[in-house]
């Protein structure tokens, strides 16, 4: 068959090239933005799960780590060890914290864990750095220029930079970890642990254990980790979805009205070749189809330009702005192609009804 | 020129006294009321297989709304048209496209190629829509454009063909789908003196080798050289000269100066239906 949308459209490239470039930068802010939100849910997401212990007890009403708060009694951490199935326990406290850099601030969200008991040999030994040390998440340190043995000074302590790795970012802050003790003379928190992970025995699934370390600690929520982390990651990014959802519908407007005037324009343009069409014998079903093969055309060219670029995009702008984490998940490709193709066939719509009036005896007018 | 070989349709279908094209009262008002405008106004006309028919008349007689009208492009006000026995007046939009795609070819006068489309894919893209496609389509095209001579020109995209090769191009597409009816609109006004002659050489060869029924409306004199019959249309009428009156001869002159056209009255070929008295009906024109 002689295609007949593909020659239309190649015949003027400049108009090609224009509604391309719209599809294309619609798929790239739809898919940066998505990615951006899916990178901090899953930053959150690996972060909890990277911490030893397979049940979370937080304060009841606790949704995350950074945008809510939690405390529980110092005392419930021997309570729970005397649990039977339990294998051990950790304390996990956590602050924002201000540092001194060279003469500037940075911040930075300083983590200590620590083993309580139980046994065995504990489990998590890489967030527990040495005293007066330091370990930092790498994006942190590439964004305030920091490196292994650096100094950061809070107040009149000073932290030597031990490690710099992968550890968790979320966008707004970054995490870091010092010694128990460093945290304990720090804030001196004596009394109340912020959060406590617990292991289970081998052959004890974590879930037969929540009710009882619910009673054992009151005013408390336990979770699996799986639970947890989940809970912590949509909580942690659900204050972004209005605005993502805000850039998403914009992107899509964008993308549908270029495309739609595009071909529209085109299908004006072309309007006696339609007719002409008609006068030969096309079906106007047949019509349709190449006006939409058209629209349908320049929607996956958009798409596969835009996907491509949006993966460049985030490459560079992680690299120029280390805290932007993004992930492109195959499944939101595949849903920014259904929502291309959905793009493609409403900007068809009006083309389409204005194909089905071009009268074809209008091909005699010379 | 080129040859033009008969097809194996045209020997097997048939219809009654060979009479492929079968026009009865046919009428096309536009507006209302005072400014009622009869552009085509109780026309009879019946034409034979193989017949090259010149509709002639001045602007705005109402040539091309017959011819729309014939093509099924534009319904009647009143009255039938048959091709090959089947009133197309009758039938419903979907009907009268697949109709057109396998009975009628169209040539027009600004040759309507689809500009984005090389020679032979205008040719190649009627027969897809009648539901040829690959490579059947592209041999087929390509056969046709060979045989109208352009077999070198196949690729050329109609914006670097002459008005000539385009003419050509489109008189292809109109041959693709084996039609038994080709409508022409002013095929040569557009064309030089040599291209015109040459395109009025090869639809009267198309015609006569392949028993074709071609109906042209156009003011070219030339093609009167190679009509079977030349009707006059005035004012949505074809107008009887059976003995000329003086004014109906100063028309003739008139026109003959204008257009190049001099109709001689004669009698009706045998398949000319008569006037249908109500409205003076028409006469052939043959040319001596």
């Not at chain 1, 504990?122 to 305030?144: N, S, Y």
């Amino acid at each position: 068959m002689v295609p007949i949308a593909r020659r239309n459209l190649l015949a003027d490239k400049v108009k090609l090239i224009v509604a391309v470039g719209g599809v294309t930068l619609a798929i790239v802010l739809i898919i940066v933005v998505h990615s951006l939100y899916q990178g901090v849910r899953r930053e959150t997401d690996t972060f909890i799960r990277n911490l030893p212990g397979d049940i979370w007890i937080v304060q009841r009403g606790t949704t995350d780590l950074v945008f809510s708060s939690s405390s529980l009694p110092a005392t419930s951490a021997s309570a729970v060890r005397t649990i039977d199935g339990v294998r051990h326990v950790y304390a996990l406290n956590g602050r924002l914290m201000a540092f001194e850099v060279g003469g500037r601030e940075v911040r930075t969200y300083v983590m200590a864990l620590e083993f309580i008991g139980g046994s065995g040999a504990p489990e998590g030994t890489e967030f527990v750095p040495d005293r007066g040390t330091i370990i930092l998440d790498h994006t942190f340190a590439k964004q305030t220029g920091l490196s292994e043995g650096d100094e950061l000074q809070f107040g009149d302590k000073s932290f030597t930079v031990a490690d710099v790795r992968s550890i968790g970012n979320v966008l707004v802050t970054q995490f870091a970890f010092i010694t128990p003790e460093s945290f304990r003379e720090i804030f001196n928190v004596t009394g109340a642990v912020n959060y406590l992970l617990v292991t289970a025995d081998e052959g004890v699934a974590p879930d037969t254990l929540i009710a009882s370390l619910a009673e054992r600690v009151p005013g408390s929520s336990v979770y699996t980790t799986d639970h947890f982390a989940g809970r912590a990651s949509e909580k942690g990014t659900g204050d972004f979805l209005p605005i993502i959802r805000v850039i998403l519908v914009i992107s899509f407007i964008v993308g549908l009205a270029v495309l739609s005037l595009v071909i529209y324009s085109a299908t004006i343009e072309r309007a006696r070749e339609y007719a002409i069409m008609k006068v030969i014998g096309a079906s106007p079903m047949g019509l349709y189809r190449i006006v939409l093969s058209q629209s349908v055309f320049i929607a996956v060219v958009g798409f596969g330009a835009g996907v491509g670029l949006a993966f460049l995009f985030n490459e560079v702008a992680g690299d120029l702005v280390p805290q932007f984490i993004t992930y492109i998940r195959t499944q939101d490709i595949a849903l920014v192609f259904g929502i291309t193709i959905v793009m493609s066939i409403i900007a068809s719509f009006m083309p389409i009804n204005r194909v089905a009036r071009v009268e074809p005896a209008t091909v005699f007018r010379a | 020129m080129t040859a033009v070989h008969p097809t194996a349709t045209e020997a097997s279908v048939g219809s009654e006294n060979g009479v492929i094209l079968d026009v009865h009262g046919l009428t096309k008002t536009f507006g209302s009321g005072r400014a009622i405008v009869h552009a085509v106004d109780g026309i009879d006309l019946s034409v034979r297989r193989g017949e090259l028919v010149l509709i002639m008349g001045p602007s705005g007689s109402g040539k091309t709304t017959l011819l729309t009208l014939i093509g099924g492009l534009l319904r009647p006000t009143s009255g039938t048209v048959r091709v090959n026995g089947r009133e197309i007046t009758a039938l419903k939009e979907r009907q009268l496209t697949k109709f057109r795609r396998h009975y009628l070819g169209f040539v027009f006068q600004s040759f309507n190629l689809l500009e984005s489309l090389n020679a032979r894919e205008n040719v190649e893209v009627a027969l897809n829509f009648a539901g040829v496609g690959g490579r059947k389509a592209r041999r087929h095209a390509t056969a046709l454009l060979t045989d109208l001579g352009m077999a070198d020109r196949l690729r050329a995209k109609p914006q670097t063909l002459s008005g000539g090769e385009r003419q050509r191009v489109s008189i292809a597409r109109a041959l693709a789908n084996d039609p038994q009816l080709i409508l022409a609109d002013e095929p040569t006004a557009n064309l030089d003196s040599r291209h015109g002659h040459e395109v009025v050489e090869l639809l009267h060869d198309i015609a006569k080798a392949q028993h074709r029924t071609i109906i042209i409306v156009s003011h070219d004199h030339r093609i009167r050289d190679v009509a079977d019959r030349v009707l006059w249309l005035q004012d949505g009428r074809f107008e009887q000269f059976e003995q000329p009156d003086e004014h109906q001869s100063a028309m003739l002159d008139t026109a003959g100066v204008l257009y190049g056209a001099t109709p001689q009255a004669t009698t009706p070929p045998p398949t000319a239906r008569g006037s249908s008295g109500r409205r003076g009906g028409w006469f052939p024109w043959r040319r001596a």
